[in-house]
């Protein structure tokens, strides 16, 4: 079975002319840009800058960055309705494009329809307009993913929208835009990928196609943490490996890392890739306590010679780098619950996830002083 992946993808895009000139080539009359608001970055300026002055731009929309929330977006495809355009640019993180994503085939919806009611199914879709990804950081994976996650504020919970539509149809991977970019910011997303690549390889819906993307990913990143990370921060091909994990964790299946990342979304604000940079060491630690075997691959490809000496470094990274507040003492069991509400993710792990698993890693993350705990 081949893998379900973007339809172009340009693994080098060197400058605004390239993309402009592909972007051409698709005949596309009218683009709405979905772009990061926050994002200070001379490569986007010069992107936006062309898309004007080559493009017919009907609709610029400058997202706020936050996790899409379905009442967010709803409003955006309302607004989206009546225009006369036939492709959506999204260039940002994860959460934008993931909210680009979701319009592109919400948008052919009956308009009292909320996308709240499509949450966590795989709905039939009607229509899709041309979803062109420029990602700007390197981890979400969500410009190779047919998932489009929301959080749905009323009901306090997140989960995608799922549908091989959703996957964007082109990909642009434009090196220069991480320069310059906050390590801080970049982090997150890094361990996120690193994540799916992890997850693809050891989970039981992994394949030998899957697990052939998860190696490569883990490649890239494992040469990435050897070099100290400050040699070269900003790597041409970490865009590549956050590709390559995202295409291997679209055609398997995400984890228990996953599962446990929601609640810390849902009830305390985490930003996704925060929640995953907590969760990841411990679940590691867990596996190891079970068996050394469960991490020996994913171990051996990322070049670390034991599941003790990346937990220390992935802890070291995080107190460097996540500026967190949790609240103190709050009702664990309620997150346990939730997060094997995750059906799918729960069933991909390596092991029979149970819920003294998920008490285990939460007790671990909230007993850490070092995350400056209050009460919120």
Same mark, same amino acid.
């Given at each position: 079975?081949?893998?379900?992946?973007?339809?172009?993808?340009?693994?080098?895009?060197?400058? =605004?002319?390239?993309?402009?000139?592909?972007?051409?080539?698709?005949?596309?009359?009218?683009?709405?840009?979905?772009?990061?608001?926050?994002?200070?970055?001379?490569?986007?300026?010069?992107?936006?800058?062309?898309?004007?002055?080559?493009?017919?731009?009907?609709?610029?929309?400058? +997202?706020?960055?936050? $996790?899409?929330?379905?009442?967010?977006?709803?409003?955006?495809?309302?607004?989206?309705?009546?225009?006369?355009?036939?492709?959506?640019?999204?260039?940002?993180?994860?959460?934008?494009?993931?909210?680009?994503? =979701?319009?592109?085939?919400?948008?052919?919806?009956? !308009?009292?329809?909320?996308?709240?009611? &499509?949450?966590?199914?795989?709905?039939?879709?009607?229509?899709?307009?041309?979803?062109?990804?420029?990602?700007?950081?390197?981890?979400?994976?969500?410009?190779?993913?047919?998932?489009?996650?929301? &959080?749905?504020?009323?009901?306090?919970?997140?989960?995608? %929208?799922?549908?091989?539509?959703?996957?964007?149809?082109?990909?642009?991977?434009?090196?220069?835009?991480?320069?310059?970019?906050? &390590? !801080?910011?970049?982090?997150?997303?890094?361990?996120?990928?690193?994540?799916?690549?992890? $997850?693809?390889? *050891?989970?039981?819906?992994?394949?030998?196609?899957?697990?052939?993307?998860?190696?490569?990913?883990?490649?890239? +990143?494992?040469?990435?943490?050897? #070099?100290?990370?400050?040699?070269?921060?900003?790597?041409?091909?970490?865009?590549? =490996?956050?590709?390559? =994990?995202?295409?291997?964790?679209?055609? #398997?299946?995400?984890?228990?890392?996953?599962?446990?990342?929601?609640?810390?979304?849902?009830?305390?604000?985490?930003?996704?890739?925060?929640?995953?940079?907590?969760?990841?060491?411990?679940?590691?630690?867990?596996?190891?306590?079970?068996?050394?075997?469960?991490?020996?691959?994913?171990?051996?490809?990322?070049?670390?010679?034991?599941?003790?000496?990346?937990?220390?470094? *992935?802890?070291?990274?995080?107190?460097?780098?996540?500026?967190?507040?949790?609240? #103190?003492?709050?009702?664990?069991?309620?997150?346990?619950?939730?997060?094997?509400?995750?059906?799918?993710? %729960?069933?991909?792990?390596?092991?029979?996830?149970?819920? $003294?698993? #998920?008490?285990?890693?939460?007790?671990?993350?909230?007993?850490?002083?070092?995350?400056?705990?209050?009460?919120?």
């Amino acid at each position: 079975m081949e893998l379900i992946k973007p339809r172009l993808v340009f693994e080098d895009a060197i400058n =605004a002319t390239f993309v402009v000139q592909e972007i051409k080539k698709l005949k596309t009359d009218g683009i709405v840009i979905i772009v990061d608001g926050n994002i200070k970055n001379l490569v986007v300026d010069e992107l936006l800058n062309y898309f004007y002055r080559d493009l017919k731009v009907c609709y610029l929309l400058k +997202y706020p960055g936050m $996790e899409p929330t379905t009442t967010y977006l709803d409003r955006v495809v309302i607004e989206l309705k009546d225009l006369n355009f036939e492709a959506i640019v999204a260039i940002g993180g994860g959460s934008t494009l993931d909210f680009a994503k =979701a319009i592109s085939v919400l948008i052919f919806q009956k !308009k009292e329809v909320s996308s709240a009611d &499509f949450q966590g199914t795989n709905f039939s879709a009607s229509g899709k307009k041309i979803c062109i990804c420029i990602p700007t950081t390197a981890g979400s994976g969500a410009e190779a993913t047919k998932s489009a996650v929301l &959080f749905n504020p009323s009901l306090r919970i997140k989960r995608g %929208i799922n549908n091989p539509l959703v996957l964007p149809d082109v990909v642009f991977l434009v090196p220069g835009i991480l320069e310059n970019l906050p &390590f !801080k910011i970049l982090y997150p997303s890094l361990i996120d990928g690193l994540t799916h690549a992890f $997850e693809s390889l *050891i989970g039981v819906s992994a394949t030998h196609k899957t697990k052939d993307f998860a190696a490569d990913a883990l490649r890239i +990143y494992g040469s990435y943490f050897s #070099s100290g990370l400050k040699e070269n921060p900003y790597p041409r091909n970490l865009l590549k =490996a956050s590709f390559l =994990a995202g295409v291997a964790i679209c055609n #398997s299946e995400t984890g228990p890392i996953h599962a446990l990342s929601y609640p810390l979304t849902e009830n305390f604000g985490i930003p996704h890739g925060s929640a995953i940079a907590l969760i990841l060491p411990r679940v590691i630690e867990l596996y190891s306590e079970i068996s050394d075997s469960l991490i020996a691959d994913f171990l051996n490809y990322i070049n670390f010679q034991s599941g003790k000496s990346l937990i220390y470094a *992935i802890d070291s990274l995080n107190d460097e780098n996540l500026d967190l507040k949790l609240e #103190s003492n709050p009702n664990l069991e309620i997150l346990a619950y939730r997060s094997l509400e995750l059906k799918g993710a %729960i069933r991909n792990s390596p092991i029979p996830w149970k819920f $003294e698993h #998920s008490m285990q890693i939460y007790k671990e993350i909230f007993k850490n002083d070092k995350l400056g705990v209050v009460k919120l």
